[in-house]
């Protein structure tokens, strides 16, 4: 499974940006979708995350209420809707995928998008 993420950028803090993650070959093998963020400094924390198969959701405590997990099975993609962005947002953004069972970590990766919150 191949996972490219784009729509990073640079947005004022109370802003809006929308991730978009689109996974490509062995799409079947995977069945939980996700992101994940790393500030500077900072290990990686879980964000949020979609399965397939019924679209159930589950998001951070830190990000519930501004952003909202999402997917377009049609298209094999998956998007974060951030809202009310605020300055500790700021982090690089990673998809990834993995299947029941399986740790994040065996799982695919995406190379990351960059989101800078300015106060």
């Known amino acids: 499974v191949q996972l490219q993420a784009s729509g990073g950028g640079l947005v004022q803090a109370g802003g809006s940006l929308r991730l978009s993650c689109a996974a490509s070959g062995r799409t079947f093998s995977s069945d939980v979708m996700g992101w994940f963020r790393q500030a500077p400094g900072k290990e990686r924390e879980y964000v949020a995350a979609i399965h397939w198969s019924d679209g159930s959701t589950s998001h951070a405590g830190s990000v519930k209420g501004r952003f909202t997990i999402s997917r377009d099975s049609a298209k094999n993609s998956v998007y974060l809707q951030l809202n009310s962005l605020k300055p500790e947002d700021t982090a690089v953004y990673y998809c990834?995928?993995?299947?029941?069972?399986?740790?994040?970590?065996?799982?695919?990766w995406g190379q990351g998008t960059l989101v800078t919150v300015s106060s």
């Open positions: 990834a995928a993995t299947s029941r069972g399986r740790t994040w970590e065996s799982g695919y």
